[in-house]
């Protein structure tokens, strides 16, 4: 397996992490993060409360993508990885679509970070904490697109 295809996978393994614990929590939890949260939901509103207000907040958007990113993508990166691994051309037309749902709730999303309320206490932070959430599906966009690498049928 190319080095390329080595990383994709890890960081679909670390994603699907993040969307199967941070994300369905914030799914499932209607308004804002409660402050007396115990374990993984304690350190989500730790964070939260620490860097990332709007996500203490969890208005109803938020909740609506972090339900998507929890219930859609988080099995699709599992599925990713597999066909990664396993060399499956198969995978194509959904990584694709992937990466417009991704970037156009990425833009979402730190446009709200950028000019909504309530604003991060450091951008600088929030930009490098999302910034592979932008990276990752620009990088699969060239992994897919035509022109690049393609698997054995």
């Known amino acids: 397996m190319p080095w390329y295809d080595r990383v994709l996978?890890?960081?679909a393994l670390l994603f699907a992490t993040t969307s199967f614990v941070f994300d369905r929590a914030?799914?499932?939890?209607?308004g804002p993060l409660d402050p007396h949260a115990t374990g993984?939901?304690?350190a989500f509103y730790w964070y939260a409360s620490t860097y990332d207000p709007l996500i203490a907040l969890n208005p109803l958007w938020l909740q609506i993508?972090?339900?998507?990113?929890?219930?859609?993508?988080?099995?699709?990166y599992l599925t990713l990885a597999f066909a990664l691994v396993r060399r499956r051309a198969w995978i194509r037309p959904v990584a694709l679509a992937y990466c417009v749902a991704m970037l156009y709730s990425m833009v979402l999303f730190l446009g709200v970070h950028g000019w909504g309320e309530p604003r991060p206490p450091s951008l600088?932070?929030?930009?490098?904490?999302?910034?592979?959430y932008v990276l990752f599906p620009l990088a699969l966009l060239r992994r897919f697109l035509p022109g690049g690498p393609v698997f054995e049928k």
Request: net charge neutral; proline share 6%; hydrophobic share 55%.
């Open 9 to 11: 996978v890890g960081w």
């Open 26 to 30: 914030a799914a499932l939890t209607s």
């Open 40 to 42: 993984i939901h304690g």
């Open 65 to 76: 993508v972090s339900g998507i990113s929890a219930f859609v993508f988080g099995p699709f």
């Open 124 to 132: 600088a932070i929030a930009v490098g904490v999302y910034t592979p």
